[in-house]
């Protein structure tokens, strides 16, 4: 709670002694933790298992993050409202199969250079609410706090079984709002020249 609580405020009240002093804070802060359940409850095996589903997690993304990586798109397009929704669409099913992080690294370079003469802030928020965040949540692959659950002993597909409505709805709703604003962007850069 600690750190969470530092996390949000540091920044923003504290910032010079935050970015200085965050990574000795966090690591203090571990060590506390383990400490109390070690030494104040006697208790190794949780903060073992706890190690042991972190490196899991850890490697999943390394996984992910490195094979994305290496992979360069070149797009010789335009960004137009339905290409933007077809690549952001076609980010939010992939991310379910790379991970959100993955299709993220993928994606990003091929968008901006789609809206190169175009960008607006309001891009690079759809973008990472459709294909870093939303996107993901049908695989465990593609959401990594389903891949602890998945660890956990949750079944790998329960998500894609019961969430792919709610998935649709999310997805298709903040397409139809990002399609809405890059019309209204459009339109704009249409009457100023």
């Known amino acids: 709670i600690v750190l969470l609580l530092m996390i949000a405020t540091g920044p923003i009240f504290y910032a010079h ?11 203090f802060l571990g060590v506390l933790v383990i400490g109390y359940y070690v030494i104040g ?3 190794i095996h949780h903060p073992v ?4 589903e972190y490196l899991s997690f850890i490697s ?27 690549l952001l669409i076609f980010g939010a099913v992939i991310a379910n199969l790379i991970g959100t992080t993955g299709a993220s690294m993928l994606l990003i370079r091929p968008f901006i250079r789609l809206n190169q003469k175009r960008i607006k802030p309001y891009h690079i928020v759809f973008f990472i609410f459709i294909v870093s965040n939303v996107g993901g949540c049908l ?7 389903l891949f602890l659950g998945f660890l956990k002993g949750i079944n790998f597909f329960w998500t894609l ?7 649709f709805f999310g997805v298709g709703l903040l397409c139809v ?10 339109q704009d850069e249409s009457e100023d020249t």
Request: net charge positive.
């Open 17 to 27: 002694f935050w970015h200085k002093n965050y990574p000795l804070i966090a690591v």
């Open 161 to 167: 079984k019961h969430l792919w409505i709610q998935w």
């Open 177 to 186: 709002i990002f399609y809405w604003y890059d019309i209204k962007n459009g």
């Open 41 to 43: 409850l006697g208790d």
């Open 60 to 86: 999943l993304l390394t996984a992910l993050f490195v094979a994305s990586s290496g992979i360069l798109i070149k797009v010789d397009k335009k960004g137009t409202p339905l290409v933007n929704i077809a």
């Open 139 to 145: 695989t465990p692959i593609g959401d990594p706090p």
């Open 49 to 52: 298992h706890s190690m042991a």
